[in-house]
């Protein structure tokens, strides 16, 4: 369990992964076989878990595999499972906090910013909004708090507010430093370069420092969910090395899709936010 919890929460996501006992186990094997680009082996545990008998670690599970769908560009797919997910935390006992957030509240934060996310890459900003609200009055514990700050720095983006963007981003990298996530300083890292790259001159160098760093982590930490869109943003930045780039997003994209399930598959081809 140590093991697992510093693969899927810590500093060393590259870990080996220990044979999946219990549930709980089982949820924190799929969430780094997702980190790692491996959606269709965490499909099938994730598709057990949501008839798991504990409606918390039940609505996880959908919202895990809610962000493995997003990831691939499936809003609209992602929106189902977390709406899903949501009603399942709501229906949750309280019980003892988890440091990670893997609980009845964490449940709830999840569920909710899910829900946010999946309406802002569709282009539904009010209702992104309501969710990211709603999911601000959960108590939780860093995970949450982390994950706020970056759908709050991407609604800013979306609705053309670049410089709102900004601390939020910042807080998300400082939450994620402190508590030693490798996984989650590189997404902060990278919503802060996105946010950047926008700029001046100034911020676009700030913004190629931010994403040549969390790529190098990525690269070592095999975190191949996060590598091919570090790839496209250091692509938009990097004008020498556009090219270079480019074709490693695609390199590992391509290895990605190879090790996703049919339905992840599908969502990349349709999706416009996947160069397939």
Not at 48 to 64: F, G, N
């Amino acid at each position: 369990m140590p093991d697992l919890r510093t693969a899927a929460f810590g500093d060393a996501p590259a870990v080996d992964l220990p044979p999946p006992g219990t549930p709980r186990e089982r949820l924190l094997t799929a969430i780094v076989l997702g980190a790692r680009g491996r959606y269709a082996a965490a499909a099938t545990l994730l598709s057990s878990l949501q008839r798991a008998e504990d409606p918390v670690i039940a609505s996880l599970a959908m919202s895990t595999l809610a962000s493995h769908r997003r990831q691939l560009g499936g809003h609209d797919v992602a929106r189902g499972l977390d709406g899903a997910a949501f009603g399942l935390a709501m229906r949750a006992a309280e019980g003892s906090e988890d440091p990670d957030g893997l609980d009845a509240a964490g449940a709830r934060a999840d569920a909710l910013l899910g829900l946010a996310a999946d309406n802002l890459g569709a282009g539904r900003l009010t209702a992104a909004r309501r969710s990211l609200d709603r999911a601000l009055k959960v108590p939780t514990g860093w995970r949450g708090r982390v994950r706020a700050e970056w759908v709050t720095a991407e609604l800013a983006l979306a609705s053309g507010r670049p410089d709102d963007a900004i601390e939020p981003a910042e807080r998300a990298i400082v939450m994620s430093a402190e508590r030693r996530s490798r996984r989650h300083f590189v997404k902060s890292r990278l919503v802060l370069a996105a946010t950047l790259s926008a700029g001046d001159s100034t911020g676009r160098e700030r913004a190629n420092e931010l994403v040549t760093a969390a790529l190098s982590d990525a690269e070592e930490s095999e975190l191949h969910s996060l590598i091919w869109p570090a790839c496209l943003i250091a692509a938009g930045i990097e004008g020498q090395l556009r090219e270079k780039y480019r074709f490693r997003s695609t390199q590992v994209l391509h290895a990605v899709l190879l090790r996703a399930d049919p339905v992840g598959r599908r969502i990349a081809r349709q999706s416009p936010w996947v160069p397939v």
